[in-house]
């Protein structure tokens, strides 16, 4: 197989495992959101801590990461953001409002160029802008719609966002990057953990051993994506990965409304066309780029 088509495989592969995620919060929904976001924390580094070991990358580089604040701090940083970022998604799925999830993630693309103009100075073409201005009416179409602003789509999309700009700092690859940010998460999540089993408010160990399971394999469900997402960036061209994250908004709007029976009035229906066609919009203009770019360099590579 072409080493681009295993990376789109794998890219595809992560964003339907994101996509089907929304399928298996919902089965935790005994214990509160906080619960299942510590038991995430907590387990993901050993699922971190047993790929290290399987792929024998070994701990060599961490010293040095946990030495230099220059290299830490970002990665404490995306740790606290992509928290956020978890907790608005089990929160929003355990509700049942996965629409507001599946919002979040068409929009974000939007709000990273937004921060890329604010915090990196970087120039929107015409048709970004467009695309940009056409997620700002969806977001107001929204507020309509629910009767107030869809801050669990705001969140997610910003957090997320964020989290993509802060990793722009930091200089380690995704296996190494997750593991840190894990730890950085680890002892607050797993102090949490402790706090509620003591107090009899935990459901670790209430509830049953099917629940248990589920909780530790929270930890898997949220690394192994990121893994693949990862290992796709480094064998395909970004503007592939673009398109294929729409994967993971398309398939839990499908999910919200079709599985879960998510209320879908005509005003819902209006605010998602005009995010669709802001991300039609976003999508055309990415891929209009990525040609001319293509054919400047086979002009300056047959100059050459």
């Known amino acids: 197989m072409r080493e681009s088509n295993h990376g789109v495989l794998l890219g595809a592969s992560a964003f339907l495992l994101w996509g089907f995620a929304a399928l298996y919060w919902p089965f935790l929904s005994a214990s509160e959101p906080s619960e299942v976001l510590a038991h995430r924390m907590v387990w993901s580094l050993l699922a971190m801590s047993l790929f290290l070991f399987a792929s024998r990358r070994g701990w060599s580089w961490l010293p040095g990461v946990l030495r230099s604040p220059r290299r830490f701090l970002p990665v404490a940083a995306a740790a606290v953001v992509i928290s956020v970022n978890w907790w ?19 929009i974000n693309p939007l709000m990273s160029v937004c921060l890329g103009v604010v915090f990196f100075s970087e120039r929107l073409r015409r048709l970004q802008w467009t695309a940009v201005g056409l997620g700002t009416l969806a977001i107001v179409v929204m507020t309509l719609a629910y009767g107030s602003a869809p801050w669990l789509s ?33 002892l607050p999540a797993l102090g949490f953990v402790v706090y509620l089993e003591a107090t009899g ?35 395909v061209p970004l503007n592939v990965i673009g398109m294929l994250q729409y994967i993971v908004p398309t398939m839990m709007f499908f999910i919200g409304w079709l599985l879960q029976d998510e209320e879908m009035p005509p005003s819902r229906w209006l605010g998602f066309a005009i995010v669709w066609l802001a991300v039609a919009v976003f999508a055309y203009d990415q891929l209009r780029a990525s040609r001319h770019r293509s054919a400047a360099r086979r002009r300056e590579t047959s100059a050459a």
Do not use: C, W
């Open 201 to 235: 408010s935990g459901t670790a160990l209430s509830v049953s051993p099917a629940h248990t399971a589920l909780l530790v394999g929270g930890g898997f469900v949220t690394a192994l994506p990121l893994l693949l997402f990862g290992m796709a960036t480094q064998r």
């Open 154 to 186: 705001l969140l997610m999309a910003s957090s997320f966002a964020a989290y993509g700009a802060i990793k722009k700092y930091v200089d380690l690859d995704g296996a190494q990057s997750l593991t840190v940010e894990t730890m950085v998460m680890f």
């Open 88 to 106: 608005g998604f089990i929160y929003s799925v355990s509700i049942t409002e996965t629409l507001q999830a599946s919002l979040a993630y068409f």
